[in-house]
C-alpha cells in the first residue's frame, strides 16, 4: 500500500526538483553517447552481471572453506536486507514520481527500456542493492584481494548512474540510495567479521 506524502515531503521535493531535473537532463542527454546509449541499458540488468557473482562464488567457496559459505549467506542477507527497506519500508512511505512517468519530465526525456516501473522513484532499489553489497565485498574481501577492491565501488557506481541515464531515477534518488546501501554493507560486514572472522585461505 501507498500512502500519500506529508505535506512538508512534497514542499523539500518541489525543492530540490529543479536541481535534480538539471542533472537528469544532462546525464541523460548533454552527456550521452552513441556507445553508453548501447551498453548502460545492459549494465542494470542482473543476467550481465551472472558471470561476476558466479566467480565470487566460486572464489571464496574454494579458498575460504567454511567461512566462504558463510560469506555466501552474508551476501543473501545483504541483498535481502537492502531490498526489504528500500523496496518495502521506504518506497510505500515516501512516494516521489519517477521521471518516466512525471507529465513534465517524461517528454523531455529519452528512454532505453521498454517499461517505466510505477512504484516510488525513492529510494533507488538498483543504488541501494548494489552499493550494500560493493561495500559488503569490499569490507570483506579487501584484505584478501588488495586495492582490486575499489573495483566493486566502480561497478555499484555504473549501475546506480545507469538508472538515471535511462531515465527512470532522478540523481538524488541514486544518491540516498547509494547512502543507504553503503550503511547497511558497512553494518553486516562488521556483524561478518564480529561472527565468523576475517576471511584467510584455508
Given amino acids: 500500500m501507498i500512502v500519500d506524502p506529508p505535506c512538508c515531503l512534497l514542499t523539500f521535493w518541489h525543492l530540490i ?3 535534480d531535473a538539471w542533472l537528469i537532463t544532462h546525464i541523460n542527454q548533454d552527456w550521452s553517447t552513441p556507445f553508453l546509449d548501447t551498453v548502460l541499458p545492459f549494465m542494470r540488468e542482473t543476467l550481465t552481471w551472472v558471470p561476476l557473482y558466479l566467480f565470487l562464488l566460486l572464489f571464496v567457496t574454494t579458498n575460504f572453506g567454511i567461512k566462504g559459505w558463510w560469506w555466501v549467506m552474508g ?3 545483504c541483498a535481502a536486507v537492502s531490498d526489504l527497506i528500500s523496496s518495502q519500508l521506504i518506497k510505500p512511505f515516501i512516494m516521489r514520481t519517477r521521471p518516466c512517468q512525471d507529465d513534465i519530465m517524461g517528454p523531455q526525456l529519452r ?3 521498454n ?4 512504484s516510488s522513484s525513492f529510494t533507488s532499489s538498483h543504488a541501494t542493492n548494489h552499493f550494500a553489497q560493493a561495500t559488503f565485498f569490499y569490507a570483506t574481501l579487501r584484505p584478501v584481494i588488495g586495492k582490486w577492491a575499489n573495483l566493486f565501488f566502480v561497478w555499484a ?3 546506480a548512474y545507469t ?3 535511462v531515465g527512470v531515477h532522478y540523481p538524488f534518488d ?4 547509494a547512502l543507504l546501501g553503503i550503511g547497511i554493507g558497512l553494518v553486516l560486514s562488521k556483524l561478518f567479521h564480529k561472527r565468523i572472522g576475517m576471511l584467510t585461505v584455508s
Fill in 75 to 77: 551476501v543473501v542477507l
Fill in 111 to 113: 528512454f532505453f527500456i
Fill in 163 to 165: 538508472q538515471v541515464y
Fill in 157 to 159: 557506481f555504473i549501475i
Fill in 17 to 19: 526538483q529543479p536541481f
Fill in 115 to 118: 517499461y517505466c516501473p510505477r
Fill in 174 to 177: 541514486v544518491f540516498c540510495g
